[in-house]
């Protein structure tokens, strides 16, 4: 037995189910990273959490790890290239620590995939891209930006234009 001093589930959120998240784009911060060493132990990789920071699955926690140091070329390459990705989405191109990543919106592209030990699906990021990207991160509140308003350089500057008539979708054409 132990004394819970209290305890009222009615002020607590429970805690969300471990199931993936549906797979799409979501604003996340990187909150962790640590180098550790490969199960073979003949290289190290960066381990990355992230967190969505916004939207239905806020909160949720995310993983990704980037083989730096490792035997394969080409998997040190790959990491490398994801490395870079994250470095530009988060406006940080030479970071001297991981922790120079964190607290640092970005959007994240997840899939679902399956745990190569147990098969069951989980999420797999698969991507990275700065918080302003073109694309609107699922569960985000933002609107997409206005549609950029031109007007001509020379003849009649200073003269606000006449707005034009919205454009008729194709297939709505006679």
């Not at 132990?41 to 920071?53: D, H, I, M, T």
């Amino acid at each position: 037995m132990a004394n819970l001093n209290g305890f009222n589930a009615n002020n607590v959120k429970p805690s969300q189910s471990f199931d993936p998240i549906p797979a799409g784009k979501y604003l996340a911060t990187i909150t962790t990273s640590e180098m550790l060493p490969t199960n073979n132990r003949n290289g190290q990789f960066l381990k990355l959490e992230f967190v969505v920071a916004d939207g239905e699955y806020k909160g949720r926690k995310l993983w990704s790890r980037l083989n730096l140091n490792n035997p394969s070329a080409q998997a040190v390459e790959i990491a490398q290239r994801q490395l870079s990705a994250i470095c530009h989405a988060v406006g940080v191109l030479e970071p001297r620590d991981s922790v120079d990543l964190h607290n640092l919106p970005l959007v994240v592209k997840v899939k679902i995939g399956k745990n190569n030990n147990t098969g069951e699906p989980t999420n797999e990021i698969t991507g990275y891209e700065a918080k302003g990207s073109t694309a609107t991160p699922q569960g985000s509140q933002q609107a997409p930006p206005p549609p950029p308003h031109h007007q001509p350089a020379m003849a009649g500057a200073g003269v606000p234009s006449a707005p034009s008539a919205p454009a008729t979708a194709p297939w709505q054409r006679q």
